[in-house]
């Protein structure tokens, strides 16, 4: 089950009390609910994979109205897997995906110590580990948390120094869900986090809820496996990072820890926080008011988005600064922070490292797009942004190809092979959402008269759009999808020149065949390899801008001798892997100037490759709608007249509709002199045509 939640998260210190939210809003009333007893273990690889992409993974199970003493929660587990998260005006927002399970507590009496007067001191604020382990724990809480003046209940501590807790297994479901952000790894458990949750809900006066806040004291310890335990995840680990060209079959790795045993680090992490989670369709006014009304009585916005993240701080894990890391580069990625300028070659990377680079960005779209995806989240733009990655990147490594060693090649072309497998699959399913979506908007356009064929000729481009998506679904959810994110994973850490093996002769020339150097025709030429992948991409990549131009000029060339639209399609081919190409060069070139004509190429080859791609999607849409009629003919489910009254209906909104996507063909093809004479300026192909001719 999937649901949005809409939460805001506070920070309160110690001694600080719930305020009264009577007349908060006009007309609601405040309603007291049960207290809870919550107990949730998280799971993760061994170095975070899931948190570095703001996924969390637990099962929870909870208790309510009951000390703990009372016996086991009267209510189902479950299982959750919460999405990344958006932040707007201190409001989180996050798609969570649950499976309701029979209820395992998730630690055994052995875990969990008597309550203890010496060890109740007041709830603490997370604290970084900056010192020894014998100073931290004299400055964390252990044991109880003592009452926090809304119902006086006081939180057990989570496993003590030295304790083992029990684990369940992960849910299987879940694990698969999450395999590629995994990348095959282990999920193991990684945290368990204790809270005692006092509630009350916000109504109208006819009874709506409008909102719940919950204060939370929470308890919290970071788990860590036995030696045994981790000799195993690292043996697995290792065999999971095997590249591509491995056997068949054996991408997979298990995917969840067993049960086993696990050690909680001590002391314990003890904090309280506050939650207001907005009700289904009430209004953010609603989370404003009241996220107002704590403010004043003196609770601050959280600093951490999750009670895990506030956890794992405390402890400063050293994954933590990868996460930092990484955060850090997905900034520059995504422009929000200014790239370093290059000064000269000596402070260009090499091509070697632009297309680590380059893989880097490849998987990180990827797997940003995974979970929308398999969940199919109906926002098309999951998969178009998917296969604009896949395809950039296979363009360069087709545009470099020449550079590549035959030692080196057998790897590095069974990759882009790969890619353009899943992007074949990523295609289908693109292409039958614009299609669907024109059909609509051409549909509506037409009289009510058409009505009921535009409903039999909608049926079958829903149809296909179904069978694309299943089979990008089945794609995505097999080693082989596993094995090509593996692959590029290492193509990003190693580069080209380090890669650890390859496929061999025979599986080298049969990738080749398929995605390697190509035609004679398709080649860059040898002019650009004289400088190898050790060579400054600021070299290197206006030499490869140079020659895929050379091909652009010679596919307009051949359009104009032979105006059919395949030839006219083989311009925009080339006019994507010139853009691509450009793209990549903007931040390595060495002058404003230059990185300033390049980003301009980019903007026209993009303008010049939509109108040629309109051109070509209305010459398939148009084949595609002639055989609508004969493939309503084949379709079971309509007989007698009904199929003949579908086929007349059908043909004649067929005939409107070919007549419209023609006239897009027509128009398209007219305008594209236009687009080809803004692409076509000596002074904006400066950085890689003028400079060097």
Known sequence: MQHLEQEAKLA????WTLPDLSGVLPGAQVVPLP???????????????LLKRHVTFRYRWEHEGAS???????????????????????VLSRTEVTWDV????????????????RSGGPARTPARRTSPAAKA??????????????????ARGTAGHGARAAAPQPLKAAADLLSALALGEQLRPVAHITTQRQRSQLRTSDGRPLAEVAYDTVTGTVLTARTADLAATAATAASAARPAGRPAGAARTARAAGPGRWRASDPPV???????????????????????????????????????MAVLQAYDLPQLADMRQGARAANRRAGRQRPQRNRGDRRSPTMSALIAQQARSCIEVLLDHDLPIKLEDPEPEHVHRSRVATRRLRSLMRAIGPLITEGEGGTFHALR?????????????????????????????????????????LAVASEDAGIAHRQLLEAMASDRYLACLRSLEDLGQRGVGEAPGSLGAGDGAAAGGVGGRGAADESVGDSAAAGGLGQPAAIGMPALGRQQWRLVNKAVKRFRTDSSDEALHKVRIQTKRFRYIAEAAVPVLPSAEDRRAATDTVKAATKLQDLLGAAHDAALNEQWLRDVPSRLGAAGGISGRDRQRALLAAAITVGE??????????????EWDKGWARLNDPKMLRWAVARHS
Not at 35 to 49: N, Q, V
Not at 76 to 89: I, R, Y
Request: hydrophobic share 35%; proline share 4%.
């Open 657 to 670: 509709l070919v007549a419209a996507v023609r006239t897009v063909q027509l128009e398209r093809r007219a």
């Open 68 to 90: 703990r003493r009372g016996g086991q929660p009267s209510v189902t587990g479950t299982w959750t897997v919460k999405l990344p998260s958006s932040v707007e005006n201190a």
């Open 12 to 15: 309160v210190g110690p001694g």
């Open 270 to 308: 003890s904090f309280t926080e506050v939650e207001v989670e907005l009700a289904e369709g009430s209004s953010l006014e609603v989370l404003d008011a009241i996220t107002a009304r704590l403010i004043d009585a003196g609770a601050c916005p959280s600093g951490s988005k999750s009670k895990l």
């Open 417 to 457: 092979s790969e890619l353009g497998w899943l992007g074949a699959a990523l295609g289908a399913a693109r292409d039958s959402d614009v299609r669907m979506k024109e059909l609509e908007d051409q549909c509506a356009s037409l009289g009510e008269g058409d009505a009921s064929g535009a409903k039999w000729v």
């Open 35 to 49: 207290p809870l007893h919550l107990e949730a273990t998280y799971y993760d690889t061994a170095g975070l994979r």
């Open 137 to 154: 724990r004299g400055t964390m809480s252990r044991g109880v948390v003592k009452g926090n003046g809304s119902g006086g209940r006081s």
């Open 102 to 117: 029979p209820a395992q507590r998730t630690g055994d009496r052995s875990a969990r110590p008597a309550d203890s007067a």
